[in-house]
């Protein structure tokens, strides 16, 4: 049907049905979680810690059983994102010109890749280092009794931040497509931007200094990654124009 004749009952029922079968999908694949892969995915997020001498336990009587849960849901999400991102997709793609379905048909991928990365980034080198650091600095005088709960809590509050910020040098590739952004502007805006990065560090990450600067500095060494990124989809043209601006700017 097309986009533009579809009136908006037509357009809320679509919207339910993406809904209804991106839900129930994701329910399935984590009830398949759970059944099938639910020792593995708990010995894969605890494994950080095997290298140290303690163990998890749990407080209430529940806590084990809804923290399982919680790890079967999150790779639930992971493992149904494809039917959720094609139901996204199927109602999105009426709306589009053929230009912009080409280029989210580009980022779609990149930006799984580089979720996916940013979290294996976090899990194998910046969590570990952060775990190490944290049990180290406690003492031996102290006796860690670690909740399972809420060290699966703080694992996934450490990873997932991880993929969204990996994001940034596909945005700034598609703001610099579309001309929002230039390598100049983001060049000019570097000073700004590492403030903004502890602040970011400091709101996303587990309320600790050392994930806040690891998290912060990992985000400017994207940034610079974006600039480079920037300089190599910006048209040559703009290029020397936004040249021309700088140098008048510093002749003022």
């Not at 809420?150 to 610099?176: C, D, E, K, M, N």
Request: avoid cysteine; charged fraction near 15%; charge should be neutral.
């Amino acid at each position: 049907m097309d986009e533009k004749s579809m009136s908006i009952v037509e357009h809320l029922g679509e919207f339910r049905r993406v809904l209804v079968i991106s839900f129930l999908s994701i329910v399935v694949a984590s009830f398949t979680s759970y059944f099938l892969w639910g020792e593995k995915l708990l010995d894969l997020a605890i494994d950080p810690l095997k290298g140290y001498d303690l163990s998890l336990v749990f407080i209430t009587i529940p806590e084990a059983f809804v923290t399982r849960v919680k790890i079967s849901v999150v790779a639930g999400v992971v493992v149904a994102s494809p039917i959720v991102l094609w139901q996204i997709w199927s109602y999105i793609v009426p709306a589009l010109h053929k230009n912009e379905r080409r280029t989210l048909l580009t980022l779609f991928p990149a930006s799984l890749v580089l979720f996916a990365g940013g979290i294996m980034f976090a899990y194998f080198v910046v969590f570990r280092f952060a775990a190490n650091f944290l049990l180290l600095v406690a003492g031996e005088d102290l006796t860690a009794m670690i909740s399972i709960s809420r060290y699966i809590s703080f694992l996934l509050a450490f990873l997932l931040p991880f993929g969204i910020i990996f994001q940034l040098p596909l945005v700034v590739l598609f703001l610099t497509k579309v001309g929002v952004l230039s390598p100049a502007a983001l060049i000019k805006h570097r000073k700004m931007v590492i403030v903004a990065s502890f602040v970011i560090g400091a709101i996303l990450s587990p309320p600790d200094v050392i994930s806040q600067i690891l998290m912060a500095t990992v985000l400017l060494g994207l940034y610079e990654i974006s600039i480079l990124v920037s300089r190599l989809v910006k048209p040559k043209k703009v290029d020397y124009e936004d040249d021309l601006k700088d140098k008048d700017q510093v002749d003022e």
